[in-house]
């Protein structure tokens, strides 16, 4: 990819095809372009319309979009990552990293994080973008997710679900907000969607514990490394 000097920042090259899924205002995209100095390697993409992430964000998503679009990254709304990999401009490509940060089924329609039924949700929508990332990374390629370790999120149990759909961990890292200058993370959804939400080390509210934020990289099972 490109004839340039690669660039890097943490896991990701400015070598790698990069899919970005579920992004809020575009900015961990955005960090990642600005750290490679150009986009041509980076699809950028979110679930909502570009007149939705105006009116929950304000012109800051816009200007985001408007930076990565000069900087050559190909920019995408409306993608669902249950069906993504059957989408008209992504079933023909393949990517050698997906990442989806802080997966979350929405404040909407749902009851509290403890409830099972909540739980189950926010499976089925991680459980949908493994099933469809599998299918559209390359070879050697790895998905991306980051998530919140404590409970009740641990209770999604992202690991099993990733083995349900043939993908294995190859290892669990921190993940700091810092490492990525610009990214602002969101709740991106409800009434709050415009806020952030804590991704420093701290105790955690509910019961006391370290709240950690990880990075789970994810490769493909094959009948070679089984
Ligand atoms: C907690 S927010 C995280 C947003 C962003 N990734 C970040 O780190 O700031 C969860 C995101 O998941 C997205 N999402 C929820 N369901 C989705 C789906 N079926 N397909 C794509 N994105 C989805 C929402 O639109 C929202 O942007």
């Not at 679930?47 to 105006?54: C, I, M, N, Q, T």
């Not at 993908?167 to 709740?187: A, I, M």
Request: glycine content about 8%.
């Amino acid at each position: 990819m490109g004839e340039g000097t690669e660039k890097w920042i943490e896991h990701y090259s400015s070598k790698q095809k990069i899919l970005l899924v579920g992004e809020g205002n575009f900015s961990f995209s955005l960090s990642l372009a600005r750290a490679f100095g150009s986009a041509a390697n980076v699809t950028a993409t979110s679930l909502d319309s570009r007149g939705k992430l105006e009116r929950d964000y304000g012109t800051e998503a816009l200007t985001n979009i408007e930076e990565l679009k000069g900087l050559g990254c190909t920019v995408m709304h409306g993608v669902n990552v249950r069906i993504m990999s059957r989408h008209v401009n992504l079933c023909s490509k393949r990517f050698d990293r997906i990442i989806f940060n802080f997966p979350h089924a929405g404040f909407d329609i749902i009851g509290k994080e403890y409830d099972s039924s909540t739980i189950k949700k926010h499976q089925g929508l991680v459980r949908g973008f493994l099933e469809n990332a599998r299918r559209m990374i390359d070879v050697d390629g790895e998905v991306h997710i980051t998530h919140k370790t404590t409970d009740p999120f641990s209770r999604w149990d992202i690991e099993d679900l990733a083995e349900e759909e043939s993908l294995c961990l190859v290892k669990k890292v921190p993940f700091y907000k810092w490492d990525y200058p610009g990214y602002v993370n969101k709740r991106g959804s409800g009434s709050k969607c415009n806020s952030t939400f804590l991704l420093i080390l701290a105790i955690n509210d509910y019961n006391n514990s370290l709240r950690t934020f990880i990075l789970y990289i994810l490769y493909p099972i094959s009948e070679f490394n089984i």
